[in-house]
């Protein structure tokens, strides 16, 4: 099965077909609510970027996900991206955790670098270092998820000795992680390494260079032995515009496009639309669209769409997700189950973790150093 | 883009070099690819003299304006972007002529400079050429486009090309006249190109930026 979602970056920008900004507040109830609708329309995935500069609210997101795990009961919660070169791998580890606890495991995560220089120093790094500390604290998150007990040191962090991240992650087993990248091979060959999920967000990207990112993340999957190259884990980025009649929804649309941040101003609609997974048109365009993308990268697990950037009202977005849940992606989900190899897992989900794992494993850990010999207790199950 | 002349590789392909021309200019017809031309024919008869074959590429940067304003606001190339980077990847020479506004090279050729890929320009001969209306900017060149290219690790020809509109009118001369007429420079500026590029191995193909070049144990150990 796939899985199919809505991610948001969380941006604070004005509508430009009314010159209205909404405030930080508005903004944050309006992602709590395309949460919510996505749930509602049976939506698998919402997704939370991760900000620490305006015009972005989503700074804090597992306090954001706690608030929609207590209000929904389905929907996976998960990030895009959580910014694993600036967080402390260590806050990381417990944050997500408790997450994890509150949402009954209904909880991944997608790493990412983050691209803007002066967020670095204002965490105490530096951008330039983008590449080796994501590797370093991906390396320490990774073992404070799996080791009840971890002594550790490296080159961006103070050391750690006798530490126990807690809660210790539900039933034993760590949150999935996904590494997005756009453009870095290593990102993808840190996927691979660890048999994670690979998501590139392709919203930029044409399809040729979607296809050598994905190649190389399964072709190195297959190398460090966690199965084949098509039993991959890999996700992918999306964006929609649609209206039953698709001369409404480019016309709708095209004042959003035209001036939106990041490419407004520069390549057209029409060219935009032609050389990115960007559709705008009917539900019916988006599903030939996106029943094409695995001819692209392969039968692939999850399939997130962006919907609510560049000064969409919230009642638009919410319709945006209506039509997604209702009309395109039961579609999707039928026509993508069409062929696909028995072998092709599904999405990963805390409930497969768990089955692979054997069994949940639930481990209180009270870590009292040997005052003997100073080693740590060996932790009985 | 578009290949002007140039034998058959397939007849001597170990004496083939290609020679990437990336005019600047903004009119059609413009002086800048009429000057570019010129260059491109002292440029080729030079190489022939040492030997060499040039197959001759010519980007236009006025053709890539909208993609290149696109490129500046999203980072991502547009396929005719794309095609520009991979000719200019696979030169073993390259001339670059450009108008001179206000002084300096104009935005649109610092968009083209700027958007090539990273080490595009690194070690690989550049003979520069520039014009303008006035012989006030003749200096342009140095100040300007020589500090250009030297940033992006050019091979820069010691001799540029410099062409006033008054220049377009004199045709012959001699290098003992106080001032060495336009036919005279574009000689001399091609014979440099052509020993710089006799004295280097053809190139050898530009590295994928998104290959892969360390395994994850190595980046774990911070290589």
Known sequence: ?381 | MSTVHGPDARTAPSAVRHLVVVSGGVGQPSSTRLLADRMTGSAVASLAVVGLTAQVEVVDVRDLARDQTSMVLTGVPTPRLGEAFGVVAAADAVLLVTPIYSGSYPGMVKDFLDLLPPDALRGLPVLMGATAGTARHALALEHAVRPLLSHLGALVVPTGVFAATEDFGEVTGSTTADEVPLSVRISRAGTELAELVAQRAPRSPAADPFALTASFEELLRGQ
Not at chain 1, 151 to 178: C, E, H, I
Not at chain 1, 248 to 255: K, L, M, S, Y
Request: net charge negative; charged share 20%; proline share 8%.
């Open chain 1, 1 to 381: 099965m796939m899985q199919f979602g809505v991610f948001t970056v969380g941006d604070v920008t004005a509508d430009p077909t009314t010159g209205r900004t909404p405030s930080e507040g508005e903004r944050i109830a309006a992602m709590l609510a395309i949460a919510l609708k996505a749930e509602e329309v049976g939506l698998d995935v919402f997704a939370t970027g991760e900000h620490h500069n305006p015009p972005f609210v989503p700074s804090s997101p597992t306090t954001m996900l706690g608030w929609i795990a207590a209000r929904t009961e389905r929907i996976v919660l998960s990030t895009a991206t959580t910014l694993i070169t600036t967080n402390d791998p260590v806050k990381i580890a417990e944050d997500y955790a408790m997450l994890q606890h509150l949402a009954g495991g209904r909880v991944d995560l997608m790493m990412g670098r983050g691209n803007t220089g002066p967020v670095y120093p204002w965490f105490g790094q530096d951008i330039r270092n983008g590449i080796p500390l994501a590797v370093e604290n991906y390396a320490l998150l990774h073992r404070l998820w799996r080791e009840d007990v971890v002594d550790w040191q490296g080159r961006f962090r103070s050391p750690l000795q006798s530490f126990t991240s807690t809660p210790r992650p539900l039933d034993g087993v760590a949150p999935f992680v996904w590494h997005g990248s756009i453009r870095s091979p290593e990102i993808a060959e840190q996927a691979a390494y660890y048999g994670d999920g690979f998501f590139h967000n392709n919203i930029f990207w044409p399809s040729e260079h979607t296809a050598q990112m994905v190649n190389l993340y399964r072709e190195r999957f297959e190398h460090y032995g966690h199965g084949s190259a098509d039993q991959a884990i890999v996700g992918l980025g999306g964006q929609v515009f649609m209206r039953p009649r698709s001369q409404d929804a480019v016309q709708e649309f095209r004042p959003y496009f035209d001036v939106a941040p990041v490419y407004g101003h520069g390549p057209s609609l029409e060219e935009f639309t032609e050389m990115t997974p960007l559709t705008v048109g009917s539900p019916q365009q988006v599903i030939d669209r996106y029943a094409g993308m695995r001819d692209v990268v392969g039968d692939y697990q999850r399939q997130m769409f962006l919907i609510d950037h560049a000064g969409l009202p919230l009642s638009t977005v919410l319709e945006q997700i209506e039509i997604l849940g209702t009309e395109v992606v039961p579609v999707l989900r039928r026509e993508l189950a069409v062929g696909r190899p028995a072998h092709v897992p599904d999405a990963p989900t805390h409930a497969r973790l768990v089955a692979a794992a054997g069994d949940r494993r639930d481990a209180p850990v009270h870590a009292l150093a040997d005052d003997v010999t100073g080693r740590s207790p060996v932790v009985v199950p």
